[in-house]
């Protein structure tokens, strides 16, 4: 086998409509190297966390159904496993850790028997190893004064903390894949970069792949080599981080990326922004997807979906790229935005 | 000590504002009472026209400053003069004059919007409580009002729910605005939006404080977004305002080692621009019981002896460049040279 450790391959994922399914992921293809770190960045309604949550098999539980198309871990094809099976690999091969920590622990336990539940259920160990493998999980996730703190309950933790929990548990039985759903959303800058820190030094150090999900190019840009951006329930661009950057190849990405505000960029100017809203899933327009927000769309892209098409070391999908980079249309311009009138 | 300029106007003028909360805690029979210092003797003015920007993480109490200002919550102590008259002394018909001319945007577009109103009654409502306009003249108010804020004015009898999150703020701002305020507390505005519509939003504020002439409080804890649309900043931690200057100050050249931290954690959107990370370690103490001194000494990579001891107040550095440290970093200083040339007695 490659050294993939993840390939999804046209992933269709769809929620139980009134009218039949609406699609939420339609089409997703992307891989992931071991020891890479890939950022899926999106809006909301992208379709960026049920993604993460068919990875996981976890849709079924929502309500949701993968409709089509292949995930292989290892090789493995995970969309036919059994729910049995799919236990065993969830949270041992592959583990998440969510946005909201408060939400995800269990108010009732303690720490300490929630991560030592997630070392018990993977590994045949008496309860007393199960209890020092958790002090040094705590302690690896940079938690001081580990014993005081498996006596606590999630509500005695700060936001911070508690996402270190989270942490520690997904690392219980040493994952060969994190996939972290915004997991520092919820938190303040300062702990924000902490927790990203400890990612960082949990890639370095012990080779695990990870996954992140975010909706903050900011935090993409600073983690990941490669980043997917996907719109409304499709992959619009993958690109190395550096080359996104440099020359985005999608008008959605360019856009994305002009909206925010620079740190270093001029004060009180309009900012750019991309006419109109996300569409609603049950109501995604014909053709391309972005197209009645793209300021670059044409009949064609009306009416036909371009596929996303492989460029050298990136993909896009999107009709015009070329002519787009001929004109010298994409390069990011932060600079002449135009206060919205309607 | 007072952060004023006399070349400017003030029409807010903070001094020595105070809101505490009392929580108990302790058993039944070791019943004990907590004072939480949600703001802690905040004093400062807003001139006339400007754009005050407040930033600091949760819990700090920017959004509580916030209200307190426009008194929707009562402060515990202090003064808040508003074109000169203390508005803490007013009372009902008074107060109610004072809402026309101070209004406040949420941060939430989902829950500060009555789903049972149409958006026309929302904003409606504003000329029914002040007894501005009826009939006709209310109904012609609200279209203008919608046309305003960049919505379809023949939208007013739509329901909330209808609208996308970018187009209910935008419904939040034409409420606030209805009564033509001078005064406006944006309370994280544009935090719940998407990116792409996000600049929607501010772009309409800035336009509209332009065009009107507003004065506006903006507090938010995205620090790109502050920098972009405030003319100065001000950075709270626990309940108090620990610098505070104009906006290229705060940004180019931090006095405070909380604000220099602060500013380098940042996720920046460009990979090439490689900053020196410092990151702060441990978490925001709890208010109930906040350290000795400086309360920002047990995360402060510079804190000494003095920091324990003494609580430092609010002192102009450099031109209109307040802070309250009692080792601020110098013009041009990188939090990074100081830790290297200063050592501390934390790390």
């Not at chain 2, 107060?95 to 939430?108: E, F, G, P, T």
């Not at chain 2, 006709?136 to 999150?165: I, Q, W, Y």
Request: net charge positive; proline share 6%; glycine share 8%.
């Amino acid at each position: 086998m490659s050294n993939k450790i993840l390939e999804v391959k046209n992933l269709v994922t769809g929620y139980q409509g009134k009218d039949g399914f609406v699609k939420a992921v339609d089409g997703v293809s992307f891989d992931l190297e071991k020891g890479e770190t890939i950022c899926i960045v999106g809006e909301s309604g992208s379709g960026k966390s049920v993604t993460s949550m068919s990875i996981m098999r976890l849709v079924e539980f929502e309500n949701g159904k993968i409709l089509d198309g292949q995930i292989l871990f290892c090789g493995e094809e995970l969309s036919k496993k059994s729910n049995e099976e799919m236990r065993q690999i969830r949270g041992s091969k592959i583990s998440m850790i969510f946005q909201e920590p408060l939400t995800a622990l269990n108010p009732v336990f303690t720490i300490g028997k929630q991560i030592t539940e997630a070392i018990l259920f993977h590994r045949s160990t008496g309860k007393k190893e199960a209890w020092q493998r958790a002090e040094e999980l705590v302690r690896l996730v940079g938690i001081s004064d580990p014993k005081q703190r498996l006596k606590q309950y999630p509500h005695e933790l700060s936001g911070g903390m508690r996402q270190r929990v989270m942490i520690a548990i997904a690392l219980a039985s040493e994952p060969d894949l994190l996939i972290a759903d915004e997991p520092t959303t919820a938190l303040d800058v300062t702990i924000e970069a902490q927790i990203l820190e400890l990612l960082r030094s949990l890639r370095e150090e012990r080779g695990m792949s990870i996954m992140l999900i975010t909706h903050d190019i900011g935090v993409a840009a600073e983690m990941a080599k490669r980043i997917i951006i996907m719109y409304a329930g499709k992959v619009m661009e993958v690109a190395e981080t550096k080359d996104l950057f440099d020359q985005p190849l999608h008008p959605y990405s360019k856009g994305l990326l002009e909206s925010v505000p620079r740190m270093a960029g001029e004060r009180g100017v309009p900012l750019k922004s991309i006419i109109g809203s996300i569409p609603r899933l049950n109501e995604v327009p014909p053709g391309c997807r972005f197209s009645p927000r793209c300021p670059f769309a044409t009949k064609k892209c009306n009416q036909q979906e371009p596929a996303l098409e492989t460029r050298g070391t990136r993909q896009v999908a999107c009709w015009h790229v070329d002519e787009l980079i001929e004109k010298d249309l994409l390069a990011i311009n932060t600079e002449g935005g135009v206060p919205i009138e309607s | 000590m007072n952060p004023n300029q006399p070349s400017k106007e003030p029409l807010l003028k903070i001094e020595n504002l105070k809101k505490h909360f009392t929580v108990k805690s302790g058993g039944y029979f070791n019943k004990k009472k907590k004072v939480i210092k949600a703001v802690d003797d905040v004093s400062f003015t807003i001139y006339k026209g400007e754009t005050l920007g407040l930033v600091g993480e949760s819990g700090c109490g920017k959004s509580t400053l916030g209200r307190n200002i426009l008194r929707l919550q009562e402060p515990s102590g202090g003064k808040v003069y508003f074109n000169d008259r203390n508005i803490l002394t007013y009372k009902n018909r008074e107060l109610r004059k004072l809402r026309k001319q101070m209004q406040i945007i949420y941060q939430d577009p989902f829950s500060s919007l009555n789903p049972r109103f149409t958006i026309g009654q929302v904003i409606g409502e504003m000329y029914d409580i002040h007894g501005f306009a009826k009939g006709a003249e209310k109904e012609n108010r609200v279209k203008e009002m919608l046309e305003l804020v960049g919505l379809d004015p023949s939208r007013n009898t739509s329901f909330p729910h209808e609208f996308s999150g970018g187009q209910r703020q935008r419904v939040g701002i034409a409420r606030a605005l209805a009564l033509n305020p001078e005064f406006i507390v944006a309370d994280e505005p544009v935090s719940a939006l998407d990116v792409s519509v996000q600049s929607q939003v501010l772009n309409l504020l800035m336009k509209l404080k332009k065009d009107l002439g507003l004065t506006m409080l903006f507090i938010a804890h995205g620090l790109n977004v502050v920098r972009h649309i405030s003319d100065r900043v001000g950075v709270m931690y626990l309940g108090k305002i620990v610098e505070l200057s104009e906006t290229d100050n705060i940004f180019d050249s931090p006095a405070h080692p909380y604000t220099a931290a602060l500013l380098s954690t940042v996720p920046e959107v460009d990979p090439r621009l490689k900053k020196e990370r410092i990151i702060l370690k441990g978490e925001v103490p709890s208010p109930a019981s906040p350290p000795s001194g400086c309360t920002f000494r047990t995360r402060c990579p510079l804190a000494k002896e003095r920091c324990k001891a003494e609580v430092p107040g609010l002192t102009e550095v450099r031109t209109n460049h307040f802070v309250s440290c009692h080792y601020p970093l110098e013009d041009g200083q990188t939090l990074k040279e100081v830790i290297v040339s200063r050592g501390s007695v934390n790390s």
